[in-house]
């Protein structure tokens, strides 16, 4: 009996997963500026960064570099993915095709704290054309260090993971 109370509170108050260093990252040609700057300040953090993304600024398919940088996240579950066009809007609803992907479009604190806190956001998109840099790179360091509160929140992010036709 303490057993299963033990499993219905783990599964329902919290989650025992811990995020590795691995951060899957993906820009359009937008994006090559400000995915550098992102790619060099996790590095400094000692996170191992690998860049699936568009380096030399030449037109490409951001639909495609969503869909890579989510699936890869997907595979490896307790990484992080970082995703970057000119809006963040087109790359994020690429991401978002991939099963169990939950790709989190974001511009301020707020909305990044809650797409970890309440979605368990494993990645978060940008737009390169609507926030400088700096900023850009706080919105990362929140998401990667804001944790998911669990919770009611469980059993919405699994029907999440569970809607794909």
């Keep these: 009996m303490l057993k299963i109370l033990k499993n219905i509170i783990v599964k329902y108050f919290k989650r025992e997963v811990s995020m590795s260093n691995r951060i899957y990252i993906g820009n359009d040609h937008s994006a090559v500026e400000m995915k550098q700057a992102i790619v060099n300040h996790l590095k400094s953090k000692n996170y191992e960064v690998i860049d699936l993304g ?10 495609k570099i969503g869909q890579t940088v989510a699936e890869y996240v997907v595979k490896d579950t307790n990484s992080r ?3 970057i066009c000119g809006t ?3 790359i994020s609803i690429a991401a978002n095709k991939v099963k169990n992907a939950r790709a989190a479009l974001v511009y301020e604190k707020e ?3 809650l ?3 309440h979605n368990d956001a494993n990645i978060i998109a940008l737009g ?3 926030i400088a840099i700096p900023k850009a790179i706080n919105l990362v360091d929140i998401f990667l260090n804001t ?6 929140h469980i059993e919405r992010v699994d029907t999440l993971n569970e809607y794909k036709n």
């Design 128 to 130: 390169a054309r609507m």
């Design 54 to 63: 568009n380096n030399d600024g030449k037109s490409c398919n951001y639909a």
């Design 88 to 90: 963040g809007i087109g």
């Design 115 to 117: 797409a970890r806190i």
């Design 147 to 152: 944790p998911f509160e669990g919770g009611r």
């Design 81 to 83: 993915g970082i995703v």
């Design 111 to 113: 909305t990044t704290e």
